[in-house]
């Protein structure tokens, strides 16, 4: 059935398919959501229709950063309750949400048939959206892997830290040797400046480069800005908050350049009829 599907989807036209992005980093607190949330509003004000998936099933925490009220989260979903249109909330400037949950040990613990059904619940998606950005959890679990296996692009987010070096490498390693995934985007986050953010880049790529069969893609420097911390307390965007802003004009400039990755015309495998339950329900809606 899915092979018969994609190949029909492989008749549509460009413009129809969806473009999915894993937001990663191997380590906790490099500033992954803020990149997720923030490139997601900078797109919504581009006129797209953009998705937020909040993939940290155990930690979830997108809903709180933007002081969203949320009554139902993916393990509604999964339990059968109710769709996953209908744990959708709407966030700034129209993106959806699709909400984890918090402090729950057994949504960090699904078995593989679970997981796949929260994969399939979007065969059901109504919404119509152009972007589906994929926040996912810290570390590299099976969950971890398997969002990032799924999209189309993976950006991993770094910062000037040893450990964020060291786990970035990790999870691109286990991408590249375990699923044949050979090319990453990197975003510096929270660096001094474009020269601090292009040195660390190339501390990233002569690693990778020395013991790796991977093409890197430095997409992004973010500087370091007290505002970010203004926002986060405020609960909204710094995008919108402090529109101009260093961090706010280095992720505009990231929203524009990720609408601009080519989306390929048919899945290359993996996991990825996750795309194609998207692109299949979205053209379903029309």
């Known amino acids: 059935m899915i092979e018969d599907q994609a190949s029909s989807l492989r008749k549509m036209n460009q413009s129809r398919l969806i473009k999915v992005i894993a937001v990663t980093g191997g380590k906790g607190g490099v500033g992954k959501t803020n990149?997720?949330?923030?490139?997601?509003?900078?797109?919504?004000?581009?006129?797209?229709k953009v998705m937020v998936l909040d993939a940290d099933l155990g930690l979830a925490n997108v809903d709180v950063m933007l002081g969203l009220r949320v009554e139902k989260n993916l393990s509604h979903v999964l339990s059968g309750e109710c769709?996953?249109?209908?744990?959708?909330?709407?966030?700034?400037?129209?993106?959806?949400?699709?909400?984890?949950?918090?402090?729950?040990?057994?949504?960090?613990?699904?078995?593989?048939?679970?997981?796949?059904?929260?994969?399939r619940a979007f065969s059901e998606l109504r919404s119509q959206i152009d972007v589906l950005?994929?926040?996912?959890?810290?570390?590299?679990?099976?969950?971890?892997?398997s969002f990032s296996r799924a999209s189309q692009d993976i950006l991993v987010v770094v910062c000037d830290e040893p450990t964020s070096l060291t786990d970035a490498y990790a999870l691109i390693k286990i991408l590249n040797r375990d699923h044949g995934i050979f090319r990453f985007k990197i975003v510096a986050n929270m660096v001094r400046d474009v020269r601090e953010g292009q040195e660390l880049f190339c501390k990233l790529s002569k690693v990778t480069g020395r013991f790796l069969d991977v093409a890197l893609e430095l997409v992004a420097t973010i500087p370091f800005d007290?505002?970010?911390?203004?926002?986060?307390?405020?609960?909204?965007?710094?995008?919108?908050?402090?529109?101009?802003?260093?961090a706010s004009v280095a992720i505009g400039q990231l929203a524009t350049k990720a609408l601009t990755w080519p989306i390929p015309s048919q899945p290359g495998g993996h996991l990825e009829f996750f795309v194609e339950q998207l692109i299949a329900s979205k053209v379903a809606g029309r």
């Open 35 to 48: 990149v997720t949330l923030n490139t997601a509003i900078a797109m919504a004000k581009q006129g797209k």
């Open 83 to 119: 769709t996953l249109d209908e744990v959708l909330v709407t966030g700034p400037h129209g993106i959806k949400i699709a909400p984890a949950t918090s402090g729950t040990q057994s949504m960090t613990e699904l078995s593989p048939t679970q997981h796949a059904g929260l994969i």
């Open 133 to 145: 950005i994929v926040d996912t959890a810290a570390g590299i679990s099976d969950m971890v892997l």
């Open 226 to 246: 007290e505002n970010i911390r203004r926002a986060v307390r405020k609960q909204t965007a710094i995008v919108d908050a402090f529109p101009s802003s260093p």
